[in-house]
């Protein structure tokens, strides 16, 4: 009872070390706490934004959430004020265990449930009640170590506290992730944090502890590395069976480059499947008229100089190769792996009839939007053959002043296309890119094409519907400078091997039936999709 009371008025304890080494050591807890718990939080925002898409929603949802379970935890942390040590030390396991699996348990809810919002909910939640929790404790066990004023003490905490989480802040992305990937850095995050706070209690504070207590400790310590060690030894055989539970089990490719997650599956052009963060980017089975819709309608027309931004698979490389008269084409992949698997791989280089052969081809791996500031000369012909601005990463791409930029690269008499998205499924990102094409100056003549597979799923990149019943809807924009023809194909053109003119005339006068007039465009500032 003397000791409790001790330690609510800032009572020095029995330690094992000096006063101001034990404080030391308490700042450095302090410190290594802070750096986990905010790898902690990356690493939620950085998995949901693969897993789920959209990462302002998935960064503000789990701050917020978390932000407001810290204070929750520091109110609950008040009723463990005269047990300060044991319940730091119990804190730092139970943050240890629910941290460090944070990222496995949300892949696997995605993996095998198809669904992981309400686990990024609760995982923000947990995590954030208990880091709440340890400023108060440790905030009690620093006056325990050396008597201070309580301003000095806060000061001391929340300075170990921010320099921690600055640390954890560039650890993750410069060290865990090109090292350890996600889930085995947030294991390898989990067992660090257990270390330190159990090595802070056990030692530092093992006099104030029962036996009792001193062994729970050490049992639940032990528990929570042995389970994040088990975890780490047999996390690359749950990443390929989570694989298999997404991709099938025909995977043949999967790696993680600077920029995301490549799959391949397939064993051979014909069943091939490609997919980019989750989302299945080319399938063999109905590619062919994806790429036909966007390609040959804007190559009616002066084609001698041709840019694709995006199409790293050198899938609308293809089509357009077929032209003879195409002296030159320039493909800007943000990510050099893609097109390097697009140029060696057999199954998919045979499907894009080894466009990255052609004499006439140069692939640049660079930021589309940088790159045309920077100037690039002019084109007969741009595609683009991009992400879906529903992305956050893309939105840029579909904003007023990119297509600005666009304009500005066209050569007189020059067309641009793009992918909007489907426009039956999302009519108001479909005419707000057109609205934002608009802004840019440009003239635009919209009209959408059809898959011929019910179930073919181009991904959320291009309007898939993951498996739906319905063909693909694929809803495009035809745009220049000055007046543009209807779509059409090019007269003395190579023949699609789907598409006709008929269907273009079609898919242009239904395109005119659904227009939604009055949207706003989306600009850098203000972003509408």
């Known amino acids: 009872m003397i000791d409790q009371q001790m330690s609510l008025r800032g009572g020095a304890a029995r330690l094992p070390v000096r006063p101001r080494t034990g404080r030391f050591l308490v700042l450095a807890a302090v410190f290594v706490c802070a750096a986990c718990g905010l790898v902690y939080e990356l690493e939620l925002v950085a998995l949901a934004s693969y897993l789920i898409g959209d990462s302002v929603t998935q960064a503000s949802v789990v701050l917020s959430v978390m932000v407001f379970a810290m204070g929750i935890g520091s109110l609950l942390a008040k009723r463990l004020r005269c047990h300060a040590a044991v319940g730091f030390g119990m804190v730092e396991a139970a943050l240890a ?17 198809g669904e992981s919002q309400y686990a990024l909910v ?19 066990l620093i006056q325990r170590v050396d008597r201070q004023d309580a301003g000095g003490a806060v000061a001391d905490l929340f300075a170990a506290d921010y320099v921690g989480a600055l640390v954890g802040g560039l650890a993750f992305p410069f060290l865990l992730l090109p090292m350890l990937g996600q889930l085995t850095g947030a294991l390898f995050t989990g067992a660090v944090n257990a270390a330190a706070g159990g090595a802070l209690v056990l030692w530092v504070f093992r006099r104030d502890l029962s036996s009792r207590s001193r062994w729970l400790l050490v049992l639940a310590n032990v528990s929570v590395i042995a389970v994040l060690a088990t975890a780490t030894v047999l996390v690359d055989d749950f990443e390929r069976a989570a694989r298999r539970a997404v991709y099938g089990d025909q995977v043949r490719v999967a790696v993680r480059t600077g920029v995301q997650e490549v799959v391949l599956t397939g064993s051979d052009r014909d069943s091939l499947g490609l997919y980019l963060d989750g989302r299945l980017r080319v399938s063999a089975r109905d590619e062919y008229r994806y790429h036909e819709a966007l390609v040959h309608p804007v190559m009616n027309g002066p084609r001698a100089r041709v840019l694709i931004l995006g ?10 190769l077929r032209y003879g008269d195409v002296r030159s084409v320039t493909v800007v992949e943000l990510d050099p792996a893609v097109t390097r698997l697009a140029r060696t791989d057999p199954a998919l280089s045979e499907l894009n009839g080894h466009a990255f052969r052609d004499p006439r081809l140069t692939a640049v791996g660079a930021d589309a939007f940088p790159w045309l500031r920077s100037g690039r000369g002019l084109y007969d012909v741009v595609i683009s053959d991009l992400p879906d601005p529903g992305i956050t990463a893309s939105t840029k791409l579909y904003s007023a002043e990119f297509y600005g930029l666009v304009a500005e690269t066209l050569a007189p008499g020059g067309r641009l296309v793009v992918h909007a998205g489907p426009l039956g499924a999302r009519p108001q990102t479909y005419w707000t890119v057109e609205a934002s094409m608009r802004a840019g100056g440009l003239t635009t003549r919209p009209y959408r094409v059809t898959g011929r597979y019910a179930g073919f799923a181009a991904g959320p990149d291009r309007g898939g519907g993951g498996g739906g019943r319905k063909p693909e809807d694929w809803g495009f924009h035809l745009a220049g400078r000055g007046a543009v023809a209807r779509p059409a194909l090019a007269p003395r053109g190579p023949a699609p091997r789907s598409l006709a003119d008929r269907e273009l005339r079609e898919g242009a006068r239904a395109a005119a039936r659904a227009r939604l007039p009055g949207l706003p465009p989306s600009t850098l500032v203000h972003p509408r999709y």
């Open 122 to 140: 609760g995982f923000s939640l947990a995590i954030g009640v208990l880091i709440g929790a340890e400023i108060p404790l440790l905030m009690t």
């Open 311 to 320: 199409g790293g698979d050198g899938l609308a490389a293809r089509e357009v």
């Open 97 to 113: 265990l629910i941290g460090g699996s944070s990222a496995l348990v949300l892949y696997a809810s995605f993996a095998w449930l």
